[in-house]
C-alpha cells in the first residue's frame, strides 16, 4: 500500500468486508451468508499495531479492523 493510501488516525473511511486477511476471505466464500458492510462512513481514531479503531454513528461501539477492511474516503488531512 501506498503512503498516500495508508490509513491513518483521522482519516475518514468506509468498510469493505470483501477485504481483510487470506483467511478471513476463505471462510467468508465457504459461508452462505452475504456479507454485509459493517459502516459507510466512519472514522479512525487510534491505530494499534496492525489494527485500526473506528468510530461510526452505524456502530454500537466503537470497533477495530485490519486495515485492509477499510477504503479511505477522504485525501490527505494535509492537503490544501
Sequence with gaps: MSNKN????????????EGGT??????????AD???SDFSLGLVIERKGKMCRVF???LSGVMWYEPSELVKLA???NEE
Excluded at 6 to 17: A, E, M, T
Excluded at 25 to 30: F, Q
Design 56 to 58: 461510526s454513528s452505524q
Design 6 to 17: 495508508k490509513i491513518s488516525v483521522g482519516d475518514l473511511v468506509k468498510h469493505r468486508p
Design 75 to 77: 485525501g490527505d488531512r
Design 34 to 36: 452475504e456479507i454485509t
Design 22 to 31: 487470506a483467511v478471513m476471505r476463505i471462510l467468508n466464500k465457504l459461508t
